[in-house]
């Protein structure tokens, strides 16, 4: 590398240049390729010159304004080739995510809300946007936001409704959390129940970390106790399961469809309720498709969980 190019990456010193080595290649003549390009002959045969010189190599063998590739000439036009079209694929691709018919949305959202809220969001949204495209993630509330940080999300459905100075959130809506015990226990009988009635029982419950998890711990820290738990899952349907098999109790959201092994209480006291919201990152622009989806999500306050 030459001294002028030691302080920055030979993509920073050659990129402006290989798209004109590529058009002089493939001319095989200055003066052509500088009409294509639109730029003066004068210009293309110094850009030509320093190219050849930042690289310590000769690319062409001239005859005038007429040039013939040398050895290496040919074997850095092959790599030159790959990399251009490897930039027109990129460009292409977030052209293409940013279409405002036929764009892409990455949206995430918790696996509680993924048999029946999400889909029936997305075919929703698809009676006027048809052609939209979705990348979804399904995981829990923390891991979706600091992937929505590294770029991989635009926006997430998550629960709580998450309070950073880097998010913007809206809260959509909310929904009820129900006691959840074998249908042989001794509270199964009940339609409602206080959560301090369930003080002595073993709990399974998700994963510290999910917020389901957080709170499940402080409804159970309001209601005077600290849950002793039995198992830490990442499943909600799971957590059905084990409470038929007599594991423990749980809190958890209606399930998608009825569970046969268990009851379902309704929990008076306290008030057990857990919110769901939309984030996204304060002060990143969105993509037309994005933000049609973000207004959809919005118009559905109140209504998310229908």
Request: charged share 25%; net charge neutral; with cysteine.
């Amino acid at each position: 590398m030459t001294a002028d190019v030691e302080a920055e990456s030979w993509a920073a010193a050659l990129t402006p240049r290989l798209a004109q080595f590529a058009a002089v290649a493939r001319h095989e003549h200055v003066t052509r390729a500088a009409h294509e390009l639109g730029v003066p002959q004068s210009t293309l045969s110094r850009a030509m010159v320093r190219l050849e010189e930042d690289l310590g190599v000769v690319l062409f063998a001239r005859r005038g304004r007429t040039v013939a590739l040398t050895p290496a000439g040919r074997t850095f036009l092959r790599s030159v080739e790959r990399a251009l079209a490897e930039v027109d694929r990129a460009a292409e691709s977030v052209r293409a995510d940013a279409d405002p018919a036929a764009g892409r949305v990455s949206f995430g959202f918790l696996h509680t809300l993924g048999t029946e809220t999400v889909p029936g969001l997305i075919r929703a949204f698809r009676v006027d946007h048809p052609r939209v495209r979705f990348q979804l993630v399904q995981n829990y509330g923390e891991a979706m936001i600091e992937r929505m940080r590294a770029g991989g999300l635009d926006l997430c459905l998550t629960s709580p409704v998450p309070d950073a100075p880097d998010l913007v959130a809206r809260r959509l809506d909310e929904q009820r959390l129900r006691l959840v015990v074998p249908d042989d226990h001794r509270l199964a009988g009940r339609r409602r129940v206080r959560l301090a009635e369930a003080a002595s029982e073993l709990f399974v419950t998700l994963e510290p970390g999910y917020g389901l998890r957080r709170i499940t711990d402080a409804l159970c820290a309001e209601a005077g106790f600290t849950p002793r738990i039995a198992f830490e899952g990442e499943e909600a349907e799971t957590l059905r399961g084990l409470v038929a098999a007599g594991l423990g109790v749980a809190l958890l959201p209606p399930p998608a469809v009825p569970r046969p092994g268990v009851a379902e209480l309704t929990v008076t006291a306290p008030r057990a309720v857990r919110e769901i919201g939309v984030a996204w990152l304060d002060g990143h622009p969105d993509t037309p498709p994005v933000a049609a989806f973000k207004r959809f999500l919005l118009s559905r306050r109140g209504q998310l969980l229908a």
